[in-house]
């Protein structure tokens, strides 16, 4: 019924969010790596234009993956708002049918 479904919803939010913040955590590790690889190659000045294409697209991609991660737990928290509701607005017509 809806109380299944929405612990289930809760389940995979969690299982989102937490995915979400390993997603984060790793997306700063990668950061932290340009980072460092970037003032290696500043102090180094040996970078080539390729190499900083690579760079550069590598944090393109950290971006667009954190954004994905965060846009599916806000999904997933919008249906579970979504099922609440449900099930509130069920409860409400089972009261009053009770009367």
């Known amino acids: ?53 690579m760079l550069a697209a590598l944090g393109d991609e950290l971006q667009a993956e954190k954004a994905a991660a965060a846009g599916a737990a806000v999904a997933r928290q919008e249906q579970m708002e979504a099922l609440q509701r449900e099930l509130h607005d069920a409860e409400a017509a089972a009261a009053c049918n009770a009367e």
């Open 1 to 53: 019924g809806l109380m299944s479904q929405l612990t289930s919803l809760e389940d995979e939010l969690q299982a989102e969010q937490a995915a979400a913040a390993d997603a984060a955590r790793a997306a700063g590790r990668a950061e932290a790596a340009r980072r460092e690889a970037a003032e290696s190659a500043e102090a180094a000045d040996s970078a080539s234009d390729e190499l900083w294409g």
